[in-house]
């Protein structure tokens, strides 16, 4: 019961940290609420970029430079 304790004590100071430094601790639970829906679609879309084309490119990268190889070889 303890180790549940403390990781609520470790999310609420992490919560807080955050509510700080994006200064939402000074607005309206609303006013929170769309701020909260804005930062997860930034973060979504960052992440769908990020898997779509530069894990893709890496892949591409890494499937030519073994062709090339394999033509020197």
Same mark, same amino acid.
């Given at each position: !019961?303890?180790?549940?304790?403390?990781?609520?004590?470790?999310?609420?100071?992490?919560?807080?940290?955050?509510? +700080?430094?994006?200064?939402?601790? !000074?607005? *309206?639970?609303?006013?929170? $609420? $769309? !701020?909260? @829906? $804005?930062?997860?679609? @930034?973060?979504? +879309?960052?992440?769908?970029?990020?898997?779509? @084309?530069?894990?893709?490119?890496?892949?591409?990268?890494?499937?030519?430079?073994?062709? *090339?190889?394999?033509?020197?070889?």
């Amino acid at each position: !019961m303890e180790f549940l304790k403390k990781i609520q004590q470790f999310i609420s100071h992490w919560y807080v940290r955050y509510l +700080l430094a994006t200064e939402l601790y !000074m607005v *309206d639970t609303w006013e929170k $609420v $769309v !701020m909260h @829906i $804005v930062f997860g679609i @930034i973060f979504t +879309l960052f992440w769908y970029f990020n898997y779509s @084309i530069i894990i893709s490119g890496i892949a591409q990268l890494r499937s030519s430079t073994a062709h *090339d190889v394999e033509q020197i070889l």
